[in-house]
């Protein structure tokens, strides 16, 4: 499975950080301030659950990789 973490955004004056799994077809995508999924393919509802237990555990990790992102670099390389 691959991970990929946005960068650090504004949305109605919070900051979002927007977590994207994939594996071959199947993607989820989550929210890290609450450690919801706000959209899926494909994941069974108990493989949501635990994506969801992922990002709470690894919030401190997904943070860092969130501010690592550089949004120009990413556009322009992607």
Known sequence: MNMSVSSIVSK???REIYVLFTEGERNAEGR?????????RGFTREENDMLEAYMRRE???IL??????NVMD???NG
């Open 64 to 69: 860092q990789m969130a501010k690592s992102v």
């Open 32 to 40: 890290l301030s609450d450690y919801k999924m706000i959209s899926s």
């Open 74 to 76: 990413a556009f322009l």
């Open 12 to 14: 109605d004056g919070k």
């Open 59 to 61: 919030k401190d990790r």
